[in-house]
């Protein structure tokens, strides 16, 4: 079974600093992992996703992650983190014989003036 | 843009009550899920559609819990009796399916349930 794991529950950046959101995926056959981003009392908005084309994905808002197979990570990343990023990120990983996405935790960050 | 629509938005309601929450899927999405988030988790799968079919409710507490998706269209998840525990969000997603090479789902905005 494949499942994925958020290092860090919290994460609190200044505005204008890098943003960096781990995740780690355990799988016996190739992924495909997604980020979503999830305001408060809202649903879920993907933010991007790995499907086995390019390792380095952009997403939208300025987001992008790189999939790395040797370390099995898919870490998210932002140069510089705006007000409005402040919100719960989930990493979720599918398997390509096998549509269930299963989620992390998730991360809550909140952004300092 | 199509979005996946439910209602209620909000429920508040007692233990032991019957709840019920609605989902319309994007029109033309053939596959419909129903997850469930308690607070600081991320959602956890109840049960999967495939038109009107269910794939998999493998993680459906079938005791209490109850979900159709009757035409293959829109889709009813009830609770009844609700219990203190069963306060969460309750995410409603949709997918087109079929072969496609990854399953992209979108989410609609989710019923809060408080059972008091």
């Known amino acids: 079974a494949q499942s994925v794991t958020q290092l860090g529950s919290h994460v609190s950046v200044s505005e204008g600093a890098l943003v960096l959101l781990r995740c780690n995926y355990s799988s016996s056959v190739p992924p495909y992992l997604f980020w979503y981003v999830q305001y408060p009392n809202q649903g879920l908005q993907l933010l991007l996703k790995y499907t086995s084309a390019a390792t380095l994905v952009k997403g939208i808002n300025g987001f992008e992650a790189e999939f790395k197979k040797s370390e099995t990570s898919f870490h998210l990343t932002k140069p510089s983190a705006h007000m409005s990023d402040a919100a719960e990120y989930f990493c979720?990983?599918?398997?390509?014989?096998?549509?269930?996405?299963?989620f992390g935790a998730g991360t809550t960050v909140t952004v300092r003036a | 843009e199509a979005e996946v629509a439910q209602s209620p938005r909000y429920k508040i309601t007692e233990k032991s009550q019957a709840v019920a929450f609605w989902c319309d899927p994007i029109?033309?999405?053939?596959?419909l899920y129903w997850y469930r988030q308690i607070l600081g988790q991320g959602p956890e799968l109840l049960v999967q559609?495939?038109?009107?079919?269910?794939?998999?409710d493998s993680q459906l507490p079938k005791d209490r819990f109850s979900a159709e998706r009757l035409k293959g269209v829109d889709s009813t998840l009830k609770i009844q009796p609700a219990e203190l525990g069963d306060s969460a969000m309750y995410l409603c997603?949709?997918?087109?399916?079929?072969?496609?090479?990854?399953?992209?789902?979108?989410f609609g905005p989710g019923t809060r349930l408080t059972v008091l």
């Open positions: 979720a990983v599918t398997l390509s014989n096998d549509y269930k996405l299963s």
């Open positions: 559609f495939q038109d009107e079919s269910v794939v998999d």
């Open positions: 997603a949709s997918s087109l399916g079929g072969e496609s090479s990854y399953n992209e789902q979108f």
């Open positions: 029109s033309g999405h053939a596959t």
